[in-house]
């Protein structure tokens, strides 16, 4: 691992149930890549999103579909935090159109597990935006935030072991995972196929210590979700 800057303090989460190492705020705007923005939501994606979430074949890999209330939880967390801090999940917006198309980002998980405290990079994208690509070039603009920007040392990412789109996303980024991290996830009925999940990790290198310059990122090689 590189040399990275001395322990941040801890702070508590916004359940106040885990201490977390405090993250700097940073300037509430877009990320922009050669056909991506990673930015601040907006009330009129609430529909689109809402879409997104029931829909049976993104939610395949979690427990089940979220209905209109917890589509609009989800959203108003997301975007409170992103808000807030400048960073998080962002929505996704697809530049050529700008077309709403799912969203990508940096969360503290909120439930407690051998590797936490920790920041995990997530994705979730529409089926229209699949097989482009987008899921991979999102998620390295979002690591250069989380590396050069907020100066993590590490970023994980994690999701059910039947998910192979996802999984394949995590190793087009550079992340390495460790059969020994495996785990089962506290949330979700352990007799379902979806309980048993896999962890991927990876660090900060040299080149994301310089400072919070922009980077435009390339795009992703090979079809993603």
Same mark, same amino acid.
């Given at each position: ?33 050669? @056909? %991506?923005?990673?930015?601040? +939501?907006?009330?009129?994606? =609430?529909? /689109?999103? !809402?879409?997104?979430?029931? &829909? ?67 994705? @979730? %994208?529409?089926?229209?935006? +699949?097989?482009?690509?987008? =899921?991979? /070039?999102? !998620?390295?603009?979002?690591? &250069? ?81």
């Amino acid at each position: 691992m590189p040399t990275a800057p001395p322990p941040s303090p801890t702070a508590p989460d916004a359940a106040g149930t885990t201490q977390l190492p405090a993250l700097p705020d940073l300037p509430v705007r877009p990320r922009t890549t050669q @056909r %991506l923005v990673l930015r601040p +939501w907006r009330d009129l994606d =609430a529909e /689109e999103f !809402a879409r997104l979430n029931a &829909d049976p074949e993104v939610m395949a890999c979690f427990p089940a579909p979220l209905d209109r209330a917890a589509s609009d939880e989800l959203l108003g967390r997301a975007r409170g935090h992103v808000d807030e801090h400048g960073w998080g999940l962002w929505a996704l917006e697809e530049r050529s159109t700008g077309a709403f198309v799912g969203f990508t980002g940096l969360v503290r998980p909120r439930f407690e597990a051998a590797f936490t405290p920790c920041v995990e990079i997530g994705w @979730r %994208l529409a089926r229209s935006a +699949w097989g482009r690509g987008y =899921a991979t /070039e999102a !998620a390295l603009a979002a690591l &250069d935030v989380g590396f050069r920007e907020l100066g993590l040392r590490q970023v994980v990412s994690f999701t059910a072991s039947v998910n192979l789109p996802s999984r394949a996303v995590m190793q087009r980024i550079g992340m390495m995972h460790d059969l020994a991290d495996d785990f089962d996830h506290p949330l979700i009925d352990p007799a379902s196929e979806l309980c048993h999940h896999v962890l991927y990790r990876i660090d900060r290198a040299d080149d994301h210590s310089s400072g919070p310059d922009d980077q435009v990122v390339p795009v992703g090689a090979g079809p993603v979700d």
